[in-house]
């Protein structure tokens, strides 16, 4: 792995330990199942990091996004779902970017 990723993905964990940490604290109207959904994919998104440390961080969040794209869109009944996490990896990818 390059070093330069190394760097890069302990930086994204940590942008996205403090997200969960900001959205644990701070309700701001959820409902208990957007909540649920945001945290989940947050949770998804720092799983994807640990188990693809050789991989550019950068690109997995881009991939990540990518799926949350077309599955947003796969399907009405669970699109409400999917946009909650292409929402979660765009708040991330703003705070990285």
């Known amino acids: 792995m390059s070093n330069a990723w190394k760097i890069q993905n302990e930086t ?3 942008i996205v330990k403090d997200y969960i940490e ?3 604290y701070n309700d701001l109207g959820r ?3 957007e909540h649920s959904y945001i945290m989940f994919f947050a949770m ?4 994807e990091l640990s188990r693809n440390r050789d991989k550019s961080p ?4 881009e991939n990540y996004h990518e799926k949350m794209f ?3 869109h796969a399907n009405q009944y669970t699109e409400k779902m999917f946009s909650i996490g ?3 990896i765009d708040d991330i990818l ?3 970017m």
């Open 44 to 47: 998804d998104i720092l799983e």
């Open 12 to 14: 994204v964990k940590d």
């Open 31 to 33: 409902n208990l199942k």
């Open 86 to 88: 292409l929402q979660v």
């Open 70 to 72: 077309t599955f947003s």
């Open 22 to 24: 900001y959205v644990e």
């Open 94 to 96: 703003d705070q990285f």
């Open 58 to 61: 950068l690109e997995l969040l």
